[in-house]
């Protein structure tokens, strides 16, 4: 993603793990890439954004205590299946998409 106002790119990185120390690596790698291949002169440092299904705290910040580059962890939690069930679909949400009509361009 590219962050408009920043003006810097915001690698994200979706685990369905627990936080374990080598994604930092596997991001530095990520930002590495996008840095070569896609930031100009004028934009700010790439930032990375691992999100693991838990972490442990201690870990991340003895893991992130010498990172040269911006890399934030966070934590998801999943929908808890009652509120999962009212939701619809994939299915269901592409008849939806389907049905909806895109104006003409001018």
Known sequence: FYHTRLHCYVVIDLKVVDFQPEFVGKMNFYQTTVDKQ????ADGPTIGI???R???K???EYTLHQARKPVAVAG??????KLKAQLPDASQLKQVVAEVEVPDEP
């Open 50 to 52: 691992i999100l693991c």
């Open 58 to 60: 201690t870990v991340v």
């Open 38 to 41: 896609l930031k100009a002169d």
């Open 76 to 81: 998801y939690r999943l929908l808890p299946p």
């Open 54 to 56: 838990g972490k442990n």
